[in-house]
């Protein structure tokens, strides 16, 4: 269920550096300067960073996220360069790096020093707070880790001591950023409250922070299903109960109606924001729903005549003749969902085909109605969905990977990044390399950003001569299938 946010979260969302009270209380109050307070409130840095997290996995922006078109849930309709795999000429790698590094990152560990030395709140809602800044970092690191490999880490965030931090070990960072979570969930007190108003995610909900920590344990665990078998699945067997039971769990973060705070895909696609039409729905993607006569459809594209219809991957489209985005997937108000309950029915699935841990087919089929409904399909449209022979888990493909990946697929639409890493995982769906393409494979990688050459010529030169090269094809140390 989408999550209300109150008119003081809408202030946060436009000034993070809040203004402190403007009634002086005594003399010493006219010396202080009140609209340039010299330390930002824990809160609003904490506001900021989930914003610009959840604008960074969201936006369609070519600068920065071009994960829809290499999963081909989008195509592009003139220019073609990131369908192709030209992410140097815009620089990606450069402008995702820093967005997570400077925008994120920085404010999350500024935001958990505050609150650390913060003596005017009790000790409990102080560690609720720590939690909540600990969770969205580990599950922004982990991101990072999924989208390079080794990284700047244990000194990454330390730029008067590390102006050249040294890179870490991707699985060790991984083994860290686990570590942390669990330090997290520990932390957590359900009966006492947390950054208030301030928390853009659950709204104080500590309850809600303590399932969206399990789930993204989940996450984390199954993604080291082929190099650590035995913790990912003592991971999972501690976590499965405690995760998401519904979408109303979901990790969904409210954007509103009206600029800045408004959907970052609003501002690429919808006309009341923009005259451009540069996105349309990619003829893969589009042409398996229409094989399945996907309920979803509807919610996820407009029609040509009464048809779906999807452009080529690489070749220019027509806008007015390809499917584009919905309504719905235009509108301002749309929310971002960094974490769902149906990703974890998924990962449940797969536990129990890797584990013998419950029913394959019984998790599959909670991910695939969980889906549906949250988009706004019938009970009924997932009855007879599930009865094809085409998504019935007992006949809808040779391999379980192929089951769950080609659905898990359709589920993670409009999240093109976590559909990235999950194709990287499962290789399903197969998807053929785009018209054109300049790289020889759908990327497994970004590179490392331009300034890591400049600035930190030594450590990332560390880092590359253990890849053999600074290309896209090679995979992250988790992906080993």
């Given amino acids: 269920m ?15 550096l809040l203004i402190l009270a ?43 996220n071009v994960f829809r078109f290499w999963v081909q849930q989008w195509t592009a309709t003139t220019y073609q360069d990131e369908p192709q795999y030209d ?3 815009r620089n990606i790698p450069q402008a995702f790096w820093g967005a997570f590094y400077r925008d994120v990152l920085m404010d999350l560990q500024e935001s958990k020093t505050i609150a650390s030395q913060d003596e005017e709140i009790d000790e409990a809602v102080k560690n609720n707070q720590i939690a909540c800044i600990e969770i969205a970092s580990v599950y922004t690191w982990a991101g990072m880790v999924n989208t390079w490999g080794d990284l700047p880490y244990i000194q990454a965030l330390n730029v008067d001591e590390h102006g ?23 932390l957590i ?39 650590n078998p035995a913790e990912a699945q003592s991971i999972i067997s501690e976590s499965a109960s405690l995760a998401f039971t519904s979408n109303a769990d979901n990790a969904s973060f409210a954007y509103q109606t009206s600029t800045p705070n408004n959907n970052p895909v609003s501002g690429a696609l919808n006309p009341n924001f923009t005259t451009r039409q540069d996105y349309v729905g990619g003829k893969p993607f589009i042409d398996r729903l229409n094989s399945l006569s996907d309920p979803r459809r509807p919610f996820f594209f407009t029609t040509i005549n009464g048809a779906y219809i999807g452009g080529g991957i690489g070749l220019n489209n027509e806008f007015a003749n390809t499917s584009s985005p919905s309504a719905k997937v235009i509108a301002p108000d749309f929310e971002a969902l960094l974490m769902d309950y149906s990703e974890v029915e998924f990962i449940l699935a797969e536990a129990a085909e890797r584990w013998g841990m419950g029913s394959a087919a019984e998790h599959y089929n909670k991910a695939i109605e969980a889906s549906i409904t949250y988009w706004g399909g019938t009970s009924a449209q997932v009855a007879a969905y599930l009865a094809q022979p085409s998504v019935a888990y007992a006949t809808a493909g040779s391999s379980w990977k192929e089951k769950i990946g080609n659905q898990k697929w359709i589920a993670l639409y409009n999240r093109g990044f976590d559909a990235w890493v999950e194709w990287k995982r499962l290789d399903y769906p197969q998807l053929a390399v785009a018209s054109g393409a300049v790289r020889p494979n759908i990327p497994y990688r970004l590179t490392y950003p331009p300034s890591e050459y400049t600035l930190n010529e030594t450590n990332v030169n560390a880092a590359v001569s253990k890849l053999g090269a600074d290309d896209v094809s090679h995979k992250v140390f988790w992906d080993v299938n």
């Fill in 164 to 186: 050249q931090p040294t890179y870490d070990d991707a699985a060790t960072i991984y083994a860290d950023l686990l570590r942390r979570l669990d330090a997290a969930i520990a």
């Fill in 87 to 89: 992410f140097v000429t």
């Fill in 22 to 64: 403007s009634c002086a209380k005594d003399l010493d109050d006219y010396n202080y300067d009140q609209k340039n307070p010299t330390v930002v409130p824990a809160g609003a840095l904490f506001s900021n960073a989930l914003k610009e997290l959840s604008d960074n996995i969201t936006t369609p922006s070519v600068n920065i």
């Fill in 2 to 16: 989408p999550k209300k946010i109150t008119m003081k979260k809408i202030f946060l969302y436009i000034a993070p």
């Fill in 189 to 227: 007190n359900t009966g006492e409250t947390g950054f208030g108003d301030a928390d853009l995610l659950y709204g104080d909900d500590m309850a809600g922070w303590l399932k969206f920590a399990h789930s993204l344990r989940l996450r984390m665990a199954i993604t080291l299903a082929d190099v």
